[in-house]
């Protein structure tokens, strides 16, 4: 595997808060995580109807998914397994070279 | 050997190096390659200088790619533009225009550090790689790191985040570098273009505040006629306009400098896509988005030869 699967499980959330409340409750939900974010690049850039895309680790998204459902969030998973796109998108090739 | 490079997949940075030095050696009639310095880690910074050999005092463009280290469409990008200006110089009579009275300089890989770290550690890194003697963290982001209202809104001052913004500005070797280079012959460089993603937009400054750059209707235009000749590839619709406004507000960041240090025409394209693969963009989409930004480029750099 690439970088030593060390991306299986994780998922890329989108995330669109509708109002300046979902923005806090976001923040503070996202405060409490290490996570990557992917748009916008940190946290204090986020604002409503923006959409944040935020790449969680797999251990952590069972408690994003829940928090978000519990806050009313709109949300939708756009990569549901990060390891196995990472290896979509340059796979073949070391595939190829390990042959 | 250049034949069977292949511009359609993803290269590590050693395969991007000794493609520049093959590209060097096989056209020299075109192609000049030079380091403008080297990496927090001791790299080469290495840089391409497209152009038909005439008066020394030719207008000029930059195009940087690779600022952050997760956006591996933007050095693929770098690279197809090489191929396709060196391919079709006597082919294509808007490049061999282009390449006659320009030059352009191409650095394929601005954060070689990061690049490489994300080739063979961390896949979303982004930042520079240098340490700090204060806190664990590495890296700052060369996107912050201008000195041109340093690490104000939209940066932070705290090393483990993103959009950290550095000890002091141009604390990151690779950014002082650039900006020594473009400071010594800003007077014949007409436009500065950075390569990011994704988001499909075309932004120019201000993105430090939200005002209006002096020369507003030429860039305006400029960025109406790119991104229309972008969207005549594939349909493909990019947004434009002040990164202020279109994206968010950032401080430090390149544009601003180049424009403030006299650049007229200051660019960054956030390339493909909107967060459907987001930094994993597959191989198979870059012929397109290389396609489409060949175009959006060729439209700014043929703009700079008329008057506005």
Same mark, same amino acid.
């Given at each position: 595997?690439?970088?030593?699967?060390?991306?299986?499980?994780?998922?890329?959330?989108?995330?669109?808060?509708?109002?300046?409340?979902?923005?806090?409750?976001?923040?503070?939900?996202?405060?409490?995580?290490?996570?990557?974010?992917?748009?916008?690049?940190?946290?204090?850039?986020?604002?409503?109807?923006?959409?944040?895309?935020?790449?969680?680790?797999?251990?952590?998204?069972?408690?994003?998914?829940?928090?978000?459902?519990?806050?009313?969030?709109?949300?939708?998973?756009?990569?549901?397994?990060?390891?196995?796109?990472?290896?979509?998108?340059?796979?073949?090739?070391?595939?190829?070279?390990?042959? | 050997?250049?034949?069977?490079?292949?511009?359609?997949?993803?290269?590590?940075?050693?395969? +991007?190096?000794?493609?520049?030095?093959?590209?060097?050696?096989?056209?020299?009639?075109?192609?000049?390659?030079?380091?403008?310095?080297?990496?927090?880690?001791?790299?080469?910074?290495?840089?391409?200088?497209?152009?038909?050999?005439?008066? /020394?005092?030719?207008?000029?463009?930059?195009?940087?790619?690779?600022?952050?280290?997760?956006?591996?469409?933007?050095?693929?990008?770098?690279?197809?533009?090489?191929?396709?200006?060196?391919?079709?110089?006597?082919?294509?009579?808007?490049?061999?225009?282009?390449?006659?009275?320009?030059?352009?300089?191409?650095?394929?890989?601005?954060?070689?550090?990061?690049?490489?770290?994300?080739?063979?550690?961390?896949?979303?890194?982004?930042?520079?790689?240098?340490?700090?003697?204060?806190?664990?963290?590495?890296?700052?982001?060369?996107?912050?790191?201008?000195?041109?209202?340093?690490?104000?809104?939209?940066?932070?001052?705290?090393?483990?985040?993103?959009?950290?913004?550095? /000890?002091? /500005?141009?604390?990151?070797?690779?950014?002082?570098?650039?900006?020594?280079?473009?400071?010594?012959?800003?007077?014949? +460089?007409?436009?500065?273009?950075?390569?990011?993603?994704?988001?499909?937009?075309?932004?120019?400054?201000?993105?430090?505040?939200?005002?209006?750059?002096?020369?507003?209707?030429?860039?305006?235009?400029?960025?109406?006629?790119?991104?229309?000749?972008?969207?005549?590839?594939?349909?493909?619709?990019?947004?434009?306009?002040?990164?202020?406004?279109?994206?968010?507000?950032?401080?430090?960041?390149?544009?601003?400098?180049?424009?403030?240090?006299?650049?007229?025409?200051?660019?960054?394209?956030?390339?493909?896509?909107?967060?459907?693969?987001?930094?994993?963009? /597959?191989?198979?989409?870059?012929?397109?988005?290389?396609?489409?930004?060949?175009?959006?480029?060729?439209? +700014?750099?043929?703009?700079?030869?008329?008057?506005?």
């Amino acid at each position: 595997y690439l970088y030593n699967n060390r991306y299986a499980g994780d998922q890329v959330f989108r995330i669109t808060p509708g109002n300046d409340e979902d923005v806090r409750a976001l923040k503070k939900i996202l405060g409490h995580m290490k996570v990557d974010l992917w748009q916008p690049n940190s946290a204090s850039l986020i604002h409503q109807n923006a959409t944040v895309d935020v790449h969680v680790n797999r251990n952590d998204t069972q408690g994003l998914h829940s928090r978000l459902k519990q806050e009313r969030i709109d949300y939708r998973v756009f990569i549901s397994n990060l390891q196995k796109e990472i290896e979509k998108q340059t796979g073949y090739r070391s595939s190829r070279k390990r042959r | 050997s250049e034949a069977q490079y292949d511009y359609e997949v993803y290269h590590s940075l050693e395969e +991007i190096q000794s493609w520049m030095f093959e590209m060097n050696q096989t056209h020299p009639d075109l192609v000049d390659m030079f380091s403008v310095g080297k990496s927090y880690e001791g790299r080469p910074l290495y840089v391409l200088q497209l152009g038909k050999r005439s008066r /020394p005092q030719k207008k000029a463009v930059w195009i940087d790619c690779g600022v952050h280290a997760r956006e591996w469409i933007g050095p693929a990008f770098c690279q197809w533009f090489v191929k396709e200006a060196i391919s079709s110089y006597q082919y294509d009579s808007v490049m061999t225009r282009l390449l006659d009275q320009l030059n352009f300089y191409v650095m394929p890989v601005f954060n070689v550090d990061g690049y490489r770290f994300s080739w063979t550690t961390d896949r979303f890194w982004r930042k520079t790689r240098s340490k700090n003697h204060k806190f664990h963290c590495r890296g700052v982001d060369a996107n912050r790191n201008w000195k041109v209202k340093w690490c104000d809104e939209g940066a932070s001052s705290h090393p483990c985040d993103d959009t950290y913004c550095g /000890p002091y /500005p141009e604390s990151e070797p690779e950014v002082k570098a650039v900006a020594k280079f473009l400071r010594k012959h800003k007077k014949r +460089i007409k436009a500065y273009i950075s390569i990011h993603a994704y988001a499909q937009m075309l932004l120019y400054p201000y993105s430090y505040k939200y005002a209006t750059i002096p020369n507003f209707s030429c860039v305006e235009s400029a960025a109406q006629n790119a991104v229309t000749a972008l969207y005549s590839a594939y349909g493909v619709r990019y947004r434009f306009g002040p990164a202020s406004t279109t994206l968010y507000v950032s401080s430090g960041s390149s544009i601003d400098w180049a424009y403030r240090n006299g650049i007229p025409y200051a660019f960054a394209f956030e390339l493909r896509d909107t967060g459907y693969f987001g930094f994993l963009l /597959p191989e198979s989409l870059i012929n397109p988005t290389c396609t489409e930004t060949m175009r959006a480029v060729k439209a +700014i750099a043929s703009g700079l030869l008329k008057k506005c």
